[in-house]
Structure formats: C-alpha cells, structure tokens
C-alpha cells in the first residue's frame, strides 16, 4: 500500500539505499541478489574443510507502487506484469504510521481481494477463448484445461485465491501459463515503528486485524521496523548487537524475513560438501534424491546410482561424514528417495 516503506524494506534487505523511482513506462523495478543466512552450512563446510562455502540465494525486486484507481490502464498492465513474473509477494503493511495502521486489516483484505479479480478476468477471458476454439479443433489438453478455467472461476467468484486451491502436478502444469496473481504465495511484512519491537502484539496499532486476515488467508508473517534494519545495516556485528539490546531485539528480522520467504515457496534446502566446495542448494518440498542430483547437474540425474544420505544434524553431532558413517547414521537411499531438509547427500552417478 502507498506509504507502507516498502523501499526501506528493500533496502534493508539489501543494505543499499534506494533512489525514488517515479511511475512511467521507463521504469526499471530495483533487483538485488541476496545472500540466504544459514549458519548450518557453514558448520558443514568447515567439518568438510571446504576450500570455499557456497549459500542459497534469493532475488528480491522492488517495483514501483501505484494506486489502481488512478493509474492508466496500460501503466497499470506494464507495472502488473513485473509482480506477475516473481515467484512470491511481500504485502508491506504499514503500522508505524497511527492513521495508516487502524485501517491496515481493511487494506490488506482489499488488495488480497483485488487479486482475486484480478484472476476472475484472467480465467473468464481464458475459457471464453478455449470455449470458441474448441467448436473448430477440439483436442483433450484443451477440454481438460476448459474444464479446470471453469472450475476455478467457480472458486474464485467465492473469494478463494488460487493459492488455496488443491490441485494435482498436472493440473498445475494445465494452468502454469495463465500465473494467476492470488496463486503466488504471499509473506505479510508488519512495518513498526522502532518503538514497538519490544512491544506486545496486541500492544502494537493494527497489528491484530492484519495478522487475523494473514491467518485467515494462511499466509506467512513477519514482524520489522524498516528504518531499524536500515540503521543496523551500517554498523559492525558490536555496535548492531548493543544496539539491538537497546530495543529488545534478540535477532535480526532480515534473516527472519528471507526465511519466510524461502519458505513460502514451498522450498528445503539439502548440501553437498566436498574438500573443494560445500553448497547449500534449494529443492522443492517432496522431490526425490534422483530430482535433487538434477539440480546439481543434469548428468547426476540422468546417471544416478544412490544417494548417501546424512542428516544435517548427524553431520555437525558426528564431526563430519566419517563420523556419521562410524555411527551408523549415513544412509543408501535410492532414486526414489524424498530428500528431507538439511540433509548432506553424496550423489554416486555414471554416465
């Protein structure tokens, strides 16, 4: 929403300022590549005695806000289809502002709801162009995918988002191309005032309706002040930690937020670790150890062997994988293996 420090969120994400950016066609969303935190993969790379540790990374973009009722149609379709590329949303909320904050559940059902039609024009004109081409080539891809438009306008004139809706693998791959807006998974960003870190939540202005529609709406949250981090991110690890005590902060909210966001997409992350290099790699919840052997490269998968399988937790414990192995707790598991979080996998493959 207007006002709601979504630049300052980004900056504090990036440690980098942000320059204004000015609605128009030229505009270019602000992009920055940031580091996911993870302190298991460095225990890991140092058991490894890896010659360089590798972390997961996450791409945040920060495009320029509009207001939907005053903006031109075709500004409003040029800005729409940034956030329709990402693969997830940050809904900033202001509650550091009194004025904005009591009506910052409102706000929040609004915009979520304004998704939601988004989509019901999206799916409406989709089925009307599949209804017509059907009556000169009918084929089966097409009818299967008719028939899910249809039911999905069924659900969204309800008000459910498309994230809420259950849907097989191919089901998924029937509607891919159509990225409905309310089917992106959303992180709601609780910008407070400095002040209120320490506080209780339901001390905090508007803070209680805007986690009541993010529970409602089963997203993920996470709480900030926006200038703190901003201010954090020009001290060294000291100074931020005697600052921090100063507002009752135990952990830096930016982790917290990557987290979340990492989350939100449905993500685990498993390691490789080797003397020369110990990665953190990122796999979608419930794929196998033949699928994670393809992320690392393609030849992995299409030569897979078995996986030898450490928990992350077994690795640190035992002091790295001859540790583990000595007490039992490497494992060989095949290619149908549904890889848990965190886990240290040594692929075996030949091609």
């Not at 080539?137 to 809706?165: C, F, H, N």
């Not at 991110?233 to 931020?240: F, I, P, V, Y």
Request: glycine content about 6%; charged content about 25%; overall charge negative.
């Amino acid at each position: 929403m207007p006002g709601a420090g979504k630049p300052t969120v980004f900056s504090a994400l990036t440690c980098k300022p942000v320059e204004p950016q000015y609605l128009g066609f030229d505009v270019k969303p602000h992009r920055a590549m940031v580091t996911i935190p993870d302190p298991r993969l460095e225990e890991v790379g140092k058991l490894a005695k890896s010659k360089r540790t590798v972390h997961n990374t996450i791409e945040f973009v920060d495009i320029p806000g509009f207001n939907p009722a005053v903006t031109d149609r075709k500004l409003v379709t040029a800005m729409l289809e940034h956030y329709r590329r990402c693969d997830a949303l940050a809904l900033v909320v202001n509650l550091f502002d009194p004025a904005q904050a009591a009506g910052a559940g409102a706000s929040m059902r609004n915009l979520l709801d304004e998704l939601v039609l988004i989509d019901l024009v999206i799916a409406e004109g989709s089925a009307h162009r599949l209804e017509k081409a059907a009556h000169l080539k009918a084929d089966r891809e097409s009818e299967e995918r008719y028939k899910l438009l249809k039911r999905i306008i069924g659900e969204l004139e309800q008000g459910t988002p498309v994230r809420r809706m259950a849907f097989d693998e191919h089901q998924h791959k029937l509607i891919r191309e159509y990225a409905f807006f309310s089917g992106q998974p959303v992180v709601v960003v609780a910008n407070v005032r400095d002040a209120d870190i320490p506080k209780a939540l339901n001390e905090i202005s508007g803070m209680g309706r805007a986690l009541a529609v993010a529970d409602e709406e089963q997203l993920e949250s996470v709480m900030l002040s926006a200038t703190l981090q901003v201010e954090l991110c020009a001290m060294d690890e000291a100074e931020a930690l005697e600052y921090m005590a100063e507002f009752g902060v135990s952990e830096l909210a930016v982790p917290k937020l990557i987290r979340a966001c990492f989350e939100s997409l449905n993500l685990i992350t498993f390691y490789t670790a080797t003397e020369k290099e110990c990665r953190a790699w990122s796999l979608r919840c419930g794929l196998t150890a033949q699928e994670a052997a393809g992320v690392v490269h393609t030849d992995m998968a299409r030569g897979f062997i078995r996986a030898e399988t450490v928990s992350g937790d077994d690795y640190v414990q035992y002091g790295g994988l001859a540790g583990a192995k000595a007490a039992g707790k490497m494992r060989l598991e095949g290619k149908d293996y549904v890889v848990a979080d965190g886990e240290v996998l040594y692929i075996r493959f030949n091609i």
